[in-house]
């Protein structure tokens, strides 16, 4: 069972980039998927949350900037990002609270991380 981040990049000030979460492996279901960033020298950060029904929650930083989403059929999670700004760079790192096959309980995992660049 895996979570393999992709998307980032290197963008310019007022740009977009869409993150994505693949998960992959025996998973059942996935409750709640979360994004979230560590900027250097910072501590790692939650950026936002999208439960299984769809509900989600935002940072208050990046609220009307960011949007979550996910593909449940897809076992994917991604992350809109628009209006970048330098203040945007960090490693994004996605982490997800699955059911896994064979097992009683819920693990939470996480992604490898992307690295998100926003420099003119």
């Known amino acids: 069972v895996q979570l393999q981040a992709s998307g980032g990049g290197l963008v310019q000030p007022g740009g977009s980039l869409r993150l994505s979460c693949a998960a992959s492996g025996s998973i059942v279901k996935i409750n709640d998927m979360n994004w979230y960033r560590q900027a250097p020298g910072k501590q790692r950060e939650l950026v936002a949350r999208i439960e299984s029904d769809g509900s989600t929650n935002y940072a208050d930083s990046w609220k009307g900037r960011f949007t979550v989403s996910r593909d449940n059929a897809k076992k994917m999670g991604f992350l809109q990002m628009n209006g970048l700004k330098p203040e945007d760079t960090a490693v994004y790192y996605c982490?997800?609270?699955?059911?896994?096959?064979?097992?009683?309980?819920?693990?939470?995992?996480w992604g490898q991380g992307t690295q998100v660049t926003v420099s003119s």
């Open positions: 982490k997800a609270f699955l059911v896994i096959r064979g097992r009683t309980g819920t693990y939470d995992v």
